[in-house]
């Protein structure tokens, strides 16, 4: 093969039967590749699959203080992986960027807490809950 990724073991070469293993090498990008090698004169093309995006995010609490402020999550992930950023409270607004592929930032304003009394919500980034405390 003169693909790096692709390797042989077993013989390599003779006449009648014979047993060849082929190894992959773990494929670490989380895009699919394509190889190939000929075995017996006959190409053979292998498709490999991605990595899969595996997400952290810090912080994962965050204690905002009562007044209007302005929060962010980081988000570190591998190259082409994409996140979002969602919540359904409605005293936390999602700013730009909400949203990206690879590592970033999600950026979100809370509103001053006007009820009197503490309160908590939570915003989902790549999958994870941030529980956001805010002070009265």
């Known amino acids: ?3 790096a990724w692709i390797t042989f073991g077993g013989a390599s070469s ?5 047993t060849v293993t082929v190894s992959l090498a773990a494929n670490t990008d989380t895009q699919a590749r394509i190889g190939t090698f000929t075995i017996v004169g006959q190409t053979v093309t292998v498709t490999q699959a991605g990595a ?8 994962t609490t965050i204690t905002a203080p009562a007044t209007q402020s302005t929060q962010f999550v980081d988000v ?11 919540t359904t409270d409605a005293w936390i607004t999602l700013t730009a960027p909400a949203s ?20 908590q919500g939570q915003v989902s980034v790549a999958g994870q809950t941030v529980t956001i405390s805010q002070q009265q």
């Not at 591998?78 to 979002?84: I, Y």
């Not at 990206?100 to 309160?119: E, K, L, M, V």
């Open 52 to 59: 899969a995006c595996v997400y952290a995010v810090a912080p």
């Open 1 to 3: 093969s003169t693909t």
């Open 100 to 119: 990206g592929t690879g590592s970033g930032r999600a950026n979100f304003a809370i509103a001053a807490n006007t009820t009197g009394s503490p309160r």
């Open 14 to 18: 003779g006449s009648g039967s014979a």
């Open 76 to 86: 570190t992930t591998a190259a082409g992986c994409a996140w979002v950023a969602s």
